[in-house]
C-alpha cells in the first residue's frame, strides 16, 4: 500500500501570549517563533515517524523551500510538490498559557491546487493506496471524487470545518477523523455519541475516529463503538496534536494494526506533541512513542 497526502503546506509563525486577543485589545506577545505546520504537511512528518513511507503532493510558492527541506529530513518523499508564483500558505498562531491556540490562516499556494495537478498526480496510484486528505487545499471534493475512481483507500482529516464541507461526497470516505467542531458540522448534534452515530448513519466514513482533545477519543464503525482515553501530561503547545494523532493513526492501519492499536499509539504520539512547542517540530517518531507507552514517562522535546 503506498500513501499519498495530497496537503497544505504552511510556515506558522507562533506568538505566545497571556491571553488570546480579544476584539478591539492590543497585546505584547511574550515571544514570537517560527515554525513549519500546515496540517498537509504535519500529517505527512507523522506518518513518516511512525515509520511508513509517504509521498507529499501540495504546492508551494518561491519562499516555501523551508517547508521541502523539514519534510526531507523527516523521510517524506517530496516530488509531487510543486513551486508556483504564489505566496506560500502561512499563519498567525496565538498560543495562550494553557497550550490552547487561535489560528489566523492565509491559505496562498494551497487555494491555487487545480483539477489538471490532481489528476496527474493521483496517475502514480492504484486500487488500495492511500489517500490522506485535510480541509486546507483547493479541490478537496475533487480529490475524495477522483481518489475514490482510482480504488484508493480515502482517509479524511475534516479540518478546518467550513461551509463547503456539508457539499464533499463523503460516503465515498473510508476513514473520516473529525474533532468536535468538525463532527457537529457534519451531524448537526454536540453530543459525541451521537456525532459518531448520525456520521456512520449517513455513510460518512466505514470507520469514524471523533477526537475530543482531554477526554480521549471515541471510534465507531457501525458494528462497534468504544471511548479511548487520553495521558495526562503538561500541556505546553496543542498546535498540531490532531495531525499527530491523524497521521500516526493512518501509519497504525499502513502497519496493519488493529483499531485499538492504531488508537493507542495515535493517542500517545499526540500527546507527546501537546509537551512541546510547535507543530511538525514537536511530532515524535514510533520508538519514543513506544517507549512513552511502555514507561509513561515523556521524553525531551524541544522548548518554547
Ligand atoms: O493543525 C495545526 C496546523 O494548522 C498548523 O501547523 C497551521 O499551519 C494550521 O494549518
Known sequence: MKILDFGSLNLDTVYRVDHIVQPGETLLPLFVRSY??????????????????VFHAGRVGPDGSRLLDQLKEAG??????????????????QVDSQGQNAILLFGGANRVIEKTFIDRTLKGFRKGDMLVLQNEISEVAYLIQRG?????????????ADAALVQYPLHLVHTLLVNEIEGSTLAGTDDPDRIVDVLIAQGYGKEVVLTLGKRGVLFGDG?????????????????????????????????????????LYATAAASICVTRAGAAESIPDWEETAAFLSSGSLPDGPKP
Request: aromatic letters at 8%.
Open 148 to 160: 475514490s475512481e482510482r480504488g484508493m483507500r480515502i482517509c479524511f482529516n475534516a479540518s478546518p
Open 76 to 93: 517524506v518523499d517530496v516530488h509531487l510538490v510543486e513551486t508556483v508564483e504564489a505566496r506560500t500558505g502561512h499563519t498567525v498562531i
Open 36 to 53: 513549519c505546520g500546515g496540517k498537509g504537511l504535519n500529517q505527512s512528518i507523522a506518518i513518516a515517524r511512525a515509520g511508513c513511507q
Open 223 to 263: 458494528k462497534r463503538k468504544f471511548r479511548f482515553k487520553s495521558f495526562s501530561v503538561p500541556v505546553v503547545d496543542t498546535t498540531g496534536a490532531g495531525d499527530t494523532f491523524t497521521g500516526f493513526y493512518l501509519a497504525g492501519v499502513a502497519r496493519g494494526l488493529d483499531a485499538e492499536s492504531c488508537l
